[in-house]
């Protein structure tokens, strides 16, 4: 018996075929085929039997299994892991047992073969590219209801998930005739956000520095929502960084139209893929549309090769705009007492990117601002590589109160050593309909409060510069714990357009929970 996780076991008996797997907790997380013990005779396992006992199924586990036939998998599991079984194209049928909760990212893409899939009524979520490229994929079983389906999250913009959801779907349990609870109406949440920032703009700020990530998803597209972050300065000076999806773009005109804002001092692009720089052009052609309305400075990377930005970029060129367009390691400046250090890219990066898109993540231009004691750091998509080789550049200077996640929240970024490095309280995520549910519980168990844009229509996230509330020599800085609020919401459906009111949760109580958790 050899480990593959803290507590679990696995042997294999080579006469037949089968793998096994036993012990209690989590299997381990592998981040590439080849570090998994079994990668060297992989293609020979025709059985997984995973014992009672075992809580996850192990990222990348039994990618590649090109001739696994049968899975057995225990109650005891909650988490079927990223590319766990991916590519497995002779497993023609699969049944997830009462007991797991999330299917992630990838976990079953690739197995083209695969007819049936038996699914319990205990799951939350089902994460981005689940079932991609199953098209044999015919039948669903489900032991819950039609309504309890429908309260699942399953990724469907941008994900391929499309086999799963368009599959015969037999609901074994029939629909519950109790009527549901009526439940006494929740503040507007996001009015009221809306309101409290008019105000500080409308007075030319309040001393505090607010960040405000709006939902952008939009049903059907196929591309990600993409990213969007609205800064409000002390002093009521504004910066927009991304944009989103050009078709998402209207939602950040939606905000700042509900804002009332008229003018940005300050747009930054974050690297020039279409889900940040889509909707640049929506934004400004809306700036410029307002009476006396302008964009300040617009700052960016010198490496560019998105047409969509080029075209917002001449726009505002022709409108007067300023540019700055070397943004690189080594950037500052300072914004109504916000200091602003840039860590990336690095300028042999820049000249060395030929586009292709993991090299376009990793020149995301990494930014943090410190206010006082309170600090936020946004870094874009860096993937896991480049978060590591900024570890090692930078140490200690990258850590943070506040971070945005990277990469939406997915997979191919935010890994445990950058976590640990920023150390931050709180962590949101723009994401579209990607649950990204085992990072959000990972994070949980870290005491690491997590906010996504997916699941809130609005998050708003409010730093102090000094402690509120203290007088005479007690009120210097926080000594390092600086208060901060988070306030999120549930608006409106994108999908009926009407107003649904949903509960809030904020940084002193519990961090935002995905699907029914």
């Not at 076991?9 to 570090?35: C, F, H, R, S």
């Not at 944009?243 to 005109?253: L, P, Q, S, T």
């Not at 993991?358 to 860096?382: A, R």
């Not at 993937?383 to 506040?402: H, M, N, P, Q, S």
């Amino acid at each position: 018996m050899r480990l593959c996780g803290q507590q679990a076991v696995w042997n294999y008996e080579e006469k037949n075929g089968i793998l096994i797997i036993q012990g209690v907790g989590a299997m381990e997380d592998y981040t590439d085929p080849e570090q998994v013990p079994w990668n060297t005779f992989i293609q020979k396992i025709k059985t997984v039997v995973i014992r009672d006992g075992i809580t996850t199924v192990g990222d990348y586990a039994f990618a590649g299994g090109s001739n696994l036939q049968e899975v057995s998998l225990p109650g005891s599991v909650e988490i079927v892991g990223v590319f766990s079984f991916k590519g497995c194209t002779e497993l023609k049928e699969i049944v997830i047992p009462e007991g797991v909760r999330v299917l992630a990212s990838k976990a079953f893409q690739f197995c083209s073969a695969l007819r049936k899939v038996y699914l319990p009524s205990t799951l939350i979520d089902v994460d981005m590219r689940a079932f991609g490229k199953c098209e044999s994929l015919e039948e669903v079983f489900y032991q819950g209801s039609e309504e309890q389906w429908e309260q699942i999250m399953i990724s469907r913009s941008a994900s391929d998930n499309q086999y799963l959801v368009q599959a015969k779907r037999h609901c074994l349990e029939r629909q519950s005739a109790k009527p549901s609870e009526e439940r006494p109406e929740a503040p507007d949440r996001y009015e009221q956000i809306i309101l409290k920032i008019r105000e500080v703009l409308d007075q030319g700020g309040d001393g505090k520095f607010y960040i405000l990530a709006p939902k952008l998803w939009e049903p059907g597209i196929r591309a990600k929502s993409g990213d969007a972050t609205l800064l409000v300065f002390p002093d009521g000076q504004t910066m927009l960084i991304d944009a989103g999806f050009v078709e998402c773009g209207k939602h950040v005109v939606s905000l700042l139209r509900d804002l009332h804002l008229t003018s940005l001092d300050g747009v930054v692009l974050s690297h020039s893929h279409d889900d940040h720089a889509g909707g640049l052009q929506q934004v400004a052609e809306y700036i410029y549309g307002q009476d006396g309305g302008y964009i300040g400075c617009y700052y960016r990377s010198a490496f560019v090769n998105s047409q969509r930005e080029k075209a917002f970029f001449d726009y505002i060129r022709a409108k007067g705009a300023r540019t700055v367009t070397d943004v690189k390691e080594g950037f500052h400046m300072s914004i109504g007492g916000v200091d602003i250090a840039v860590y990336n890219p690095e300028e042999a990066l820049v000249e060395s990117c030929t586009g292709a898109e993991e090299e376009l993540n990793n020149l995301s231009l990494l930014m943090k601002f410190t206010y006082g004691k309170s600090t936020f750091l946004t870094s874009g998509d860096l993937y896991r590589d480049k978060e590591l080789e900024l570890i090692a550049r930078y140490g200690e200077a990258l850590k943070a109160d506040v971070m945005k996640a990277n990469h939406h929240g997915a997979h191919t970024s935010n890994s445990m050593e950058w976590v640990d490095a920023i150390c931050p309280s709180v962590i949101y995520a723009c994401a579209d309909d990607m649950g990204s549910t085992p990072f959000a519980w990972k994070m949980k168990a870290k005491h690491i409060r997590y906010y996504s844009t997916c699941l809130n229509d609005l998050l708003c996230i409010r730093l102090w510069r000094l402690c509120p509330g203290l007088t005479g020599k007690d009120s210097d800085y926080c000594k390092g714990e600086c208060r901060k609020e988070c306030w999120d919401e549930r608006r409106s459906s994108a999908v009926s357009g009407k107003s649904k009111k949903m509960q809030l949760w904020s940084c002193s109580r519990d961090p935002v929970k995905t699907g029914r958790d």
